[in-house]
């Protein structure tokens, strides 16, 4: 089959809900990938940092077959062998209290919103379905009616109304007016400490203990989700450690699945999570011990294999070349870690056509929004993979 085959059966057969570049992959090790008529590819996405420790990683997949023949789902209905070092694991490593095991990442978000709702009532004493939860524009948390019901993004909203109620939107990156915005109802706050999908948008320095402050001082809820900045992508292994700050929520998912089998998990440092009583919330397949062995290993090699470490060094050289790339087309360029994103002025005429470019040269990465492309390799990616990346950046920024 040639790859316009295998466009051709997706288009047929599958919902047109992405508009993805026309590479078909294939195959993946490391930080590349490789197409149906094999050329290879640098992956710059890393699957929006699902993929942090590299594509197929052996000890990954070694973990992944293992546990596979051994027992896969058992359902919450009875307990099993691995689930309980998950536990122990993911909560020593982030120092968390408890922990709540899911699948996807706006599980975990949707998991959140219920646990700072039911503690509204429970513990805070907020007169029942009256529970106001305050959120970010240009907020990405998921694709649920619930989530997408508080997005400023038309396209991720609009037709699917009606939606869930007790949401309110302030800016991000504004203390003020997450101070402002609280009422005696206000159970918690939802943020990312960078907004990914809204174009690598870092708030101003000390925002995050601000915020940590205010929520503290007013009895809310901060409710970090790290799905995109945590687990090393930031080069810590959680963002909040920038600002040296504990949520009472955490959320991971994407990459504590090392791109292999889908995991997310809600952590919390306080008594938050003991407001959820048997029967109040759940799911099949969250806590089965295939995730819970995957995640285990997927943590582990993030440690053991220096990657976080390495997400600092190769993110700081990658970012320092990128801003000396001396083009009219370049806003701005700016980053943590690996979670780097290259604005353009709004004449360039839009990212996609960069992306498209730097596909055609080996180099796979995706517009997020109109005008910022976003580099976010595996945290494994070396030096030498990151001037061959550049080469090829230049070039498309050189000829366009
Ligand atoms: C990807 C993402 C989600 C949603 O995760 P899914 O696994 O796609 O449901 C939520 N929040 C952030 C910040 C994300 O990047």
Request: with cysteine.
């Amino acid at each position: 089959m040639l790859p316009k085959d295998y466009i051709a059966l997706e288009d047929q057969y599958g919902a047109h809900n992405y508009k993805p570049l026309d590479v078909v992959l294939d195959r993946g090790k490391g930080v590349w990938v490789w197409d149906v008529e094999g050329n290879r590819y640098l992956d710059c996405l890393s699957s929006y940092s699902a993929v942090n420790q590299g594509h197929c990683h052996p000890k990954i997949i070694q973990t992944m077959i293992e546990q596979s023949r051994k027992l896969t789902l058992t359902s919450r209905a009875f307990r099993n062998s691995r689930l309980g070092l998950f536990y122990k694991d993911i909560c020593e490593m982030t120092r968390s209290h408890k922990v709540l095991p899911m699948n996807s990442g706006a599980e975990a978000v949707e998991t959140a919103i219920k646990t700072v709702r039911k503690w509204g009532y429970q513990v805070k004493g907020v007169p029942e379905n009256e529970a106001e939860i305050i959120v970010c524009e240009n907020n990405f948390h998921g694709r649920t009616i619930t989530i997408v019901g508080f997005s400023t993004d038309s396209n991720a909203r609009s037709g699917f109304g009606p939606f869930t109620p007790g949401f309110k939107i302030i800016p991000f990156g504004d203390a003020g007016a997450l101070e402002d915005a609280i009422t005696p109802n206000t159970v918690a706050f939802l943020v990312e400490p960078i907004q990914g999908e809204a174009g690598v948008i870092i708030p101003p320095d000390g925002y995050l203990k601000q915020v940590r402050d205010i929520c503290t001082d007013k009895g809310i809820m901060l409710v970090l989700d790290e799905i995109q900045t945590g687990l090393g992508r930031t080069g810590k292994l959680l963002a909040e450690e920038h600002e040296g700050i504990e949520a009472d929520l955490t959320l991971v998912g994407k990459a504590l699945s090392g791109g292999v089998y889908p995991v997310s998990a809600v952590l919390s440092n306080t008594e938050v999570l003991g407001v959820l009583k048997p029967g109040e919330h759940g799911s099949t397949f969250g806590g089965n011990p295939l995730a819970c062995e995957v995640a285990r290993t997927a943590l582990k090699v993030l440690i053991e294999e220096n990657m976080i470490q390495n997400a600092v060094v190769q993110g700081e050289y990658f970012m320092k070349s990128l801003q000396a790339i001396d083009s009219p087309h370049i806003k701005e360029v700016r980053g943590k870690g690996l979670m780097i994103g290259v604005e353009l002025h709004p004449e360039a005429g839009g990212a996609r056509r960069f992306c498209l470019q730097l596909k055609d040269r080996g180099l796979l990465c995706k517009e997020t929004h109109e005008n910022t492309i976003r580099f976010a390799p595996p945290l494994i990616i070396q030096g030498e993979d990151i001037d061959w990346a550049l080469e090829r950046i230049n070039a498309v920024f050189m000829e366009s």
